[in-house]
Structures are given as C-alpha cells and as structure tokens.
C-alpha cells in the first residue's frame, strides 16, 4: 500500500466530530451544557436562510438561494425569511457549528474585515467567542486571542 493510500485511510477515521452549538439569551449551549465562551480557529463559513412560523423551522436554504424544497429564494422572498451565517469552528477533535443571525454575522465580519486589513489570514487566528443578552436572545461577539 502507497503511504498516500495509508495517509487517507488514517485521515478517515481522525475526522472530527461537528458539534452544533445553540446561541441562548446569555450563553451558548453544547450538548445541553451551557458554556460562557467558546475558542477555537475559523474552518469555513456557510449562507443559509430559515424560515421559522410559530417556532418551527419550516423552510431551510442551505445554500441561500433554493430551499430543499425546491423553492428558489429569490422567487419566494418571505418577509419572514432570514438570512444566518453558519460558522465552522476547529477545535480539535470537534467542530463547533453554529448558525449566527444577522446581529451576530455583523459582529463576524467586522472582525474578518479588521484581520484582513491587518494583513493577516483569519483562518489563522485564534478566535473566543461570547454572548452579549439581548432580552430573549443573545448576540454574539468576537476577539482574537493575543
């Protein structure tokens, strides 16, 4: 067996696992334990939009543009219909996924915007994580690390 075959059967089982982080009013949820600060890298990010009616999710478009449904967002535009930012966060031998309203992409991308300007790559920079309470839901802000 070639040693790029080994590499790629041993990178199969090291992938890590997502982990899907819900955002409350004043901290962040992890597998039903409330966490105040989440670190980790930047691996990607993702558009989506979700529509919610009485609390339920009733319409996702994992790419923004067509629900899978099949419906086209640009031919439905639900006054409802909100567009989320979905970040993938390395941790390891995890991956933080949450799903950042508009308040929260703000905050993300002025610091992408600031890295950017700085020279840096942001996908390089150590990344923490914290809820703001706003009433019934919490924003999310961030800081590099030192």
């Not at 590499?7 to 409330?34: L, S």
């Not at 099949?70 to 941790?91: F, Q």
């Amino acid at each position: 067996m070639r040693d790029h075959d080994k590499r790629a059967i041993r990178e199969a089982f090291h992938m890590p696992t997502p982990i899907f982080v819900r955002i409350a009013a004043d901290h962040f949820v992890v597998d039903g334990e409330p966490l105040s600060v989440l670190t980790g890298r930047l691996l990607r990010t993702q558009f989506l939009r979700k529509l919610f009616q009485r609390g339920a999710l009733v319409c996702y478009a994992p790419d923004g543009v067509e629900s899978t449904e099949g419906i086209y967002c640009d031919s439905c535009r639900h006054p409802r219909c909100r567009p989320y930012l979905r970040l993938y966060l390395d941790r390891g031998a995890v991956h933080f996924v949450l799903d950042l309203g508009p308040a929260s992409a703000r905050n993300f991308l002025a610091l992408e915007d600031d890295v950017i300007a700085e020279g840096l790559r942001f996908e390089l920079c150590p990344l923490r994580l914290t809820v703001t309470p706003r009433g019934s839901w919490g924003e999310v802000r961030f800081q590099r690390f030192p």
